[in-house]
């Protein structure tokens, strides 16, 4: 494992800087490693499975088996699903400091064992239309008025419209605060600075 930092030091959206340092410190995991000769003061061990490039002075630490929850149907996604009245977060970065996913992407997620998040547990991912804190292209009021594409009598705000249901996913492991969600259906792209909610 790896301790993972974004070089970039960009905000993609209004909050991302200050999520990610109450999040903790971010590991990457690079893969296994199978011992095959132990000597008095090191030992020799050959990769058995890989993720990501390994190097010298990453960290190393016995393997425990993660426990793994049920995995859903991409099919059974309800992209019209009410608010679940459970506690919401953001995603806050992707994997390898990303900020679009899609399926089968991990994304990190501002909620933790702190606030009842244990691995198994599903998150659907959303997106209110039209708030502007993010880096998002998107033009003011598009929600109900663009021009060229006529406007409604009437105006609304972001928040008096149903939000935009882009995905759902699965937790595969979780800290005090945060965990690592793995995008198990997605409609369309994901950002960082999109929301998600337990289900």
């Known amino acids: 494992m790896r301790q993972d930092k974004d070089p970039l030091k960009i905000q993609w959206f209004k909050w991302q800087d200050k999520l990610t340092n109450a999040m903790g410190t971010h590991y990457a995991d690079l893969g296994e490693l199978e011992v095959i000769k132990v000597q008095p003061n090191l030992a020799i061990a050959k990769v ?37 009245g459970r506690p919401v977060a953001m995603v806050v970065r992707g994997r390898d400091t990303s900020q679009l996913t899609g399926r089968w992407d991990s994304v990190y997620v501002n909620l933790g064992t702190k606030q009842g998040v244990k691995v198994g547990d599903y998150f659907r991912i ?42 759902e ?30 289900e």
């Open 48 to 84: 058995s499975n890989s993720c990501d490039l390994m190097q010298r002075g990453d960290i190393v630490r016995p393997f425990v088996e993660r426990p793994a929850g049920p995995y859903k149907d991409a099919a059974a996604l309800d992209t019209l699903a009410p608010v679940s």
């Open 126 to 167: 959303f997106r209110y239309q039209g708030t502007r804190s993010a880096t998002i292209l998107s033009t003011r009021d598009y929600q109900d008025r663009l021009y060229g594409y006529g406007s409604n009598p009437k105006h609304y705000a972001w928040n008096d419209l149903p939000r935009e249901v882009l995905g």
């Open 169 to 198: 996913g699965i937790v595969l492991n979780a800290s005090e605060n945060a965990a690592t969600v793995l995008v198990t259906a997605s409609r369309s792209e994901i950002y960082s600075g999109d929301y998600v909610e337990l």
